[in-house]
């Protein structure tokens, strides 16, 4: 018996961490700037 609930949880986990991943390649390879705005206290 699985719990839909355990499951959504860990849906949304995975899909922060692909944003995230995404987030951090993209200022790796400096397409954008984490040092202001909603991107740098997000990964936090």
Same mark, same amino acid.
């Given at each position: 018996?699985?719990?839909?609930?355990? !499951?959504?949880?860990?849906?949304?986990?995975?899909? #922060?961490?692909?944003? $995230?991943?995404?987030? +951090? !390649?993209?200022?790796?390879?400096?397409?954008?700037? #984490?040092?202001?705005? $909603?991107?740098?206290? +997000?990964?936090?």
């Amino acid at each position: 018996m699985r719990f839909w609930e355990i !499951d959504a949880v860990r849906g949304v986990a995975v899909i #922060l961490m692909i944003v $995230f991943h995404v987030l +951090f !390649d993209l200022y790796y390879f400096g397409k954008i700037t #984490l040092n202001s705005s $909603f991107l740098y206290f +997000f990964p936090r």
